[in-house]
T-cell receptor, first 114, second 114 residues
Framework: KAGVTQTPRYLIKTRGQQVTLSCSPISGHRSVSWYQQTPGQGLQFLFEYFSETQRNKGNFPGRFSGRQFSNSRSEMNVSTLELGDSALYLC?????????????FGQGTRLTVV | AQTVTQSQPEMSVQEAETVTLSCTYDTSENNYYLFWYKQPPSRQMILVIRQEAYKQQNATENRFSVNFQKAAKSFSLKISDSQLGDTAMYFCAFLPPSNNDMRFGAGTRLTVKP
């Protein structure tokens, strides 16, 4: 059974650009959550998608957005990149809503903004 | 707002010994979930153990067990018979019942020495 797949693994972008990250959940999982991990702020919740609808959103500016497709794959987009957006972006999938049902994380996408 | 505190940034333990990682949290919720996640150098977050607040019995998973003190809002992780593969960052996390906004502690870097 394939795990959660995040692509790309590494990304370097310039300030002002935009970026799209992808997350393919485990087959049969319908919930995808995104987290940002930085040395200064630690792990912070970005948003959760379930059945193609955003269910929850963390305290991030509108430059951070996402979507989920009918096959449960999810993308997140960051527009007008800032240096502070450099981080490891993790996604987690779970069968149903709520991370209380066991959630599995991907290996993350390391975004560097220069 | 819920907060999670891990007061030990780094710890080390000799192989085969026992180590306890501390975690405290703050919440006004009565029902919630608590987790310990492990993040090895590969960056993938791996669920170690979970505890439901309404269950008084402490969770155990093989060499991993927790000491859940609800009144004290304490959730420590005990690792018995430590192995070299246990070397990783360990994150304590709190999840309210209503959404996927999981709150993580700052992490404890555990090194198991041969």
């Amino acid at each position: 059974k394939a795990g959660v797949t995040q692509t790309p693994r590494y990304l370097i972008k310039t300030r002002g650009q935009q970026v799209t990250l992808s997350c393919s959940p485990i087959s049969g999982h319908r919930s995808v959550s995104w987290y940002q991990q930085t040395p200064g702020q630690g792990l912070q919740f970005l948003f959760e998608y379930f059945s193609e609808t955003q269910r929850n959103k963390g305290n991030f500016p509108g430059r951070f957005s996402g979507r989920q497709f009918s096959n449960s794959r999810s993308e997140m987009n960051v527009s007008t990149l800032e240096l502070g957006d450099s981080a490891l972006y993790l996604c987690a999938s779970s069968r149903d809503r709520g991370m209380a049902t066991e959630a599995f994380f991907g290996q993350g996408t390391r975004l560097t903004v220069v | 707002a819920q907060t999670v505190t891990q007061s030990q940034p780094e710890m080390s333990v000799q192989e085969a010994e026992t180590v306890t990682l501390s975690c405290t949290y703050d919440t006004s919720e009565n029902n919630y979930y608590l987790f310990w996640y492990k993040q090895p150098p590969s960056r993938q977050m791996i669920l170690v153990i979970r505890q439901e607040a309404y269950k008084q019995q402490n969770a155990t998973e093989n060499r991993f067990s927790v000491n859940f003190q609800k009144a004290a809002k304490s959730f420590s992780l005990k690792i018995s018979d430590s192995q070299l593969g246990d070397t990783a960052m360990y994150f304590c996390a709190f999840l309210p019942p209503s959404n996927n906004d999981m709150r993580f502690g700052a992490g404890t870097r555990l090194t198991v020495k041969p």
